[in-house]
């Protein structure tokens, strides 16, 4: 009798976790940060960068690529929308005209990451969020309002880029909370996973020399980052793509393009943007 009681007992709270969304199939690569529960109104994207390898199958050892400087030039982008075909955006790209605030938590593993010092950590994610600025016409402007202490991943009113542990395979994870009846942003947090080795190698300038690099017109780094890290600013300028709702891309002609949804270690490329790019930023903040 009590055996059978605790038997539907533990039904009915199996099936209330997946009435809830508590339980979702278990994917290959298991471990996101979980935006939990929302308060009514709200829905979240999760945006998982994927180490090479890892991750949903598609094209990736491909060597069928774009270029944005050669004759092969991919223009390809995806926005993101709410499931009434909304676009989710900012309501004001300039932050009122202050720049759209955010806070960086510096609790990387100094273990891991050894040579990341950490103004040098600030100044990488500074610059992944400029060059997205300099590529909009709209004033797109984010500010770094100092260090923070609060979590990433957590919906908390402040946007916060930071570190997090995550499974083997993710790189990085984007979560950026939108109204689903507008569309307009409340709040996006950037993780990177601690259980990597993260650097930040300055990029040699083709264009515009050294060491001054325009974000606006600087090409691909000529340099490539330290062998077996994860450059920081590389996978930051990605992940600053999706908290403007920017989507991942994973087909094989997609691989030059910031938002090819693949990182790999040493990997400079995706802090510069190719065309798809820039037409996409253009096209959600016109
Ligand atoms: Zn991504």
Redesign the pocket.
Known sequence: MWKRKWVVIAGLVALTAIALGLVAAAPADAGPPDPGPLPPGLAAKV?I?YDNGHGPGVDKTSAAVCSDTGAAICDDYAIGTTSGGLRIKWADPTGGGVGIPYYVNLNYSTKKSPNLIGTAAVAAIEASFAVWEAASDAGLNYTNEGLTSNRVGVLDGKNVVGWKGMNPGILAVTTTWYYTNTGKIAETDMAFNSNYSWTYTVPVCNSDGIPACNPATYEDPANSGVANTVDLRNIAT?EAG?TLMLL?LYASNEQNLTMY?YGAYAQLKKDTLALGDDLGVKAIYP
Do not use: E, I, V
């Open positions: 945006f960068h990605h999706h991942d949804g």
